[in-house]
């Protein structure tokens, strides 16, 4: 097991604590839907949820295997929205801030050669630029 530089393991503990976020964001969204009777969305939501889980499961792997034992931090409060417009609004806002955080993150794990975790924060980018295309999409749609 090779030494990690410390702030790539602090990106990689960031990062974990910003995938439970937006699962428990997408998981307060799919209920409210459900309760609102927009079955349909709350499904949508349900499945978001989901991949930010599996998200967060593959940056626990990568802690584990640096050796180091996934931590949990405080998570920040879900931003459910009165309307399905400000949910998607407040989901825009936290992928936007994803793929700040992977984007900083790839960027100094390859200056530090770190080609491995730059791969891992790639991908992690690519995932929250896609989910950013969508809800642009869809809020597009709503207008």
Do not use: K
Not at 11 to 35: D, G, I, K, N, P
């Amino acid at each position: 097991m090779r030494n990690h530089h410390p702030r790539i393991i602090g990106f990689f503990t960031r990062a974990l604590t910003h995938e439970y976020t937006a699962v428990q964001q997408y998981r307060t969204q799919s209920s409210l839907c459900a309760l609102w009777g927009m079955a349909d969305w709350a499904e949508y939501f349900r499945h978001e949820s989901r991949e930010e889980l599996d998200h967060a499961g593959l940056l626990s792997q990568q802690l584990l295997l640096m050796g180091i034992a996934p931590t949990g931090a405080q998570l920040r409060p879900p931003r459910p929205g009165r309307d399905l417009r400000e949910m998607l609004t407040h989901d825009q806002d936290l992928e936007f801030s994803a793929v700040q955080l992977y984007s900083e993150a790839q960027n100094f794990s390859e200056r530090m050669r770190d080609f491995p975790s730059a791969e891992v924060f790639a991908h992690l980018r690519a995932d929250e630029e896609g989910h950013l295309q969508s809800l642009a999409e869809m809020l597009g749609r709503l207008d």
